[in-house]
């Protein structure tokens, strides 16, 4: 594919406006709290958001705050290796739809890619319940 990997984007509707949906997942300290199939814990540590991930410590950086829904980030696995990983909230009427895309990493096997992709699936539906859930009661 000309260096291009191949890519699947997944998304889940949230009953809950995008700026808030965009300041809860923009928080990196609210990591473990949505996403544990990426993060178990997190940490400020030297000017750097650090997390416990499943293939163990990795750094984060996160795209600057912005008013467009933008929450991608950039995380270096130990391993050496940097993955972009898009995150965008999109305003669906008066929700969010939340999009991350999911890109196939060049050695990573069909098992590994599908694997990931239920992982964020699972990760998107955690967010939707812990932003609804809170909203409602």
């Known amino acids: 594919m000309n260096g291009m990997m191949r890519s699947r984007s997944i998304s889940v509707s949230i009953a809950v406006p995008p700026a808030d949906v965009y300041a809860f997942a923009s928080d990196p300290a609210n990591l473990?709290?949505?996403?544990?199939?990426?993060?178990?814990?997190?940490?400020?540590?030297?000017?750097?958001?650090?997390?416990?991930?499943?293939?163990g410590r990795a750094t984060v950086r996160f795209a600057a705050a912005n008013t467009f829904g933008v929450l991608d980030h950039f995380v270096l696995l130990p391993?050496?290796?940097?993955?972009?990983?898009?995150?965008?909230?999109?305003p669906n009427g008066s929700g969010s739809e939340v999009v991350?895309?999911?890109?196939?990493?060049?050695?990573?096997?069909?098992?590994?890619?599908?694997?990931?992709?239920?992982?964020?699936e699972?990760?998107?539906?955690?967010?939707?319940?812990?932003l609804e859930g809170s909203t409602q009661g």
Not at 33 to 52: D, K, L
Not at 79 to 90: A, M, Q, T, W, Y
Request: hydrophobic share 45%; glycine share 6%; charged share 20%.
């Open 100 to 120: 991350f895309t999911l890109f196939q990493a060049p050695g990573m096997s069909e098992e590994q890619y599908r694997e990931d992709a239920r992982l964020v």
């Open 122 to 130: 699972q990760d998107l539906l955690t967010l939707k319940r812990v």
């Open 32 to 55: 473990p709290r949505w996403a544990s199939g990426f993060c178990r814990s997190v940490a400020f540590v030297n000017g750097q958001w650090v997390v416990e991930s499943p293939v």
């Open 79 to 90: 391993s050496g290796i940097e993955i972009f990983s898009p995150l965008r909230v999109i």
